[in-house]
């Protein structure tokens, strides 16, 4: 297979955060330091080498970029201060704006305006429907409480409206993603190989994709394990209260107030928890930069602690307010809130931050795969 050199890819990527990469000489202290690289995929100085050459098509079949999670060993003992971790994230930005076959991620990741205005445009819309949409159906809040003394929320929001939205929202998000995520199956397993993987080879491995979702045993081998602690928590928080208000609202957005060991109200309370206790770890670690990985933060990264604090805070007010009887309280923070987490769902799950929840399991998928390839 003939490889072109491509030039201009410097360019294509100074705009996803990457910075200079001459000043690495390859001398290999990063991929012998790294705890996750291993025979056959060695990073970052592989990538970076692809890089400097200008391998465009080859860097965007590797699947090395999603496997390292930035534990910082490499930029800490970089005799150069190349930064090695801090260019694996920014190729990590690039290839999802490569998998994304809209265009849309590139934009956001490269251009404030556009991530902004689309927050923007989809907030201003939130806050149009519960205020003119729906009261023009008819459909008005009221201050009469429950027998228990909470907010009657449903006769604000609509269960049943709300969760048609919802469907179509997860519709939506799960198509775009779900098409990426095959655009980059395309690209690592298909299109710039001569192997080819056996169908059960696929079902066998199949199980890795799941049990590095749900556990993520690879963070667990760099050298700071409070960094698994934090990133598992902030996931499993994020994907537990995901799941409940997508696929379980009727059950979640009730107006009866359920006891505090309830499942309902339990689920919610670890999964606020496992929010802030991520958010707090990133956030005091950027202010503080007393950490490699938190020494470089590119604006996207920002955002999404924003969204993701906001939508953490506005909830929180929700359930207190709810439960309090405080009913204009409870939906000025739930317009609030769900101006938040429309766009964040929207944006920052198939073309942003989020996505990487699913393309680096599935990376280890891929990358077993590779590893079980035959020739064509």
Known sequence: MSVRVQPELRNQLIQFGIGDWNACYHCGTCTAMCPLSEEGFLFPRKKIRLMQMGLKDELEASVEPWLCYYCGDCSTS??????PGELM???RRYLTSIYDWTGLSKKFYTSEIWELGFIL???ALVVLSFLVILPSFGINFTRDL???????INSFAPIHIVETFD????AIVASLLISNILRMYYKIIWKYGNTKVSLWVHIREFWLLIFNFVVQPKFNKCTDKRYWLSHWFLMSGYTIMFIVIVVYLPWFQTEKILPAWN?????GYYATFGLLFGLFVA????FQKKDIKFQFSHISDWLFLAMLTLTATTGILIHIFRINGMAVATYVSYIAHMAVLVPMILIEVPFSKWSHLAYRPFAVYFQQLKKY???R
Do not use: H
């Open 89 to 91: 994230m920014s190729l």
């Open 146 to 152: 429950t027998p228990e003394g909470g907010v009657k």
């Open 167 to 170: 469907w179509i929202m997860a």
């Open 373 to 375: 390839a035959v020739p």
């Open 78 to 83: 970089c005799p150069r201060d190349a930064n």
């Open 263 to 267: 499942p309902q109200r339990s689920l």
């Open 283 to 286: 956030i005091i670690g950027r």
């Open 121 to 123: 445009v989809f907030a």
